[in-house]
């Protein structure tokens, strides 16, 4: 994936969340939604990274994840679409 290149990042980033999506994996599966939540940022799809990132919060949220509840509230803060 070339710099620069945001509809691969985003093609990407829904083949590695397919992947986590096959188990039950719940750290795994919220890492994946927020990286697919940074590449639809990057890609201009504001609504669509909001939702990502609130769906990996709430399997954070769920597991009591702090790390992961905390990068998943930084990115909504910072990028203001939660």
Avoid: N, Q
């Amino acid at each position: 994936i070339g710099d620069g290149d945001a509809d691969a990042g985003v093609a990407a980033a829904r083949t590695g969340l397919a992947i986590a999506d096959t188990g039950d994996w719940s750290f795994l599966r919220a890492s994946a939604r927020l990286v697919l939540a940074r590449a639809l940022a990057a890609a201009g799809d504001a609504p669509a990274a909001a939702h990502e990132a609130g769906s990996a919060l709430d399997l954070s949220r769920a597991k009591g994840h702090a790390a992961g509840i905390a990068a998943a509230e930084s990115f909504l803060r910072s990028t203001a679409v939660g």
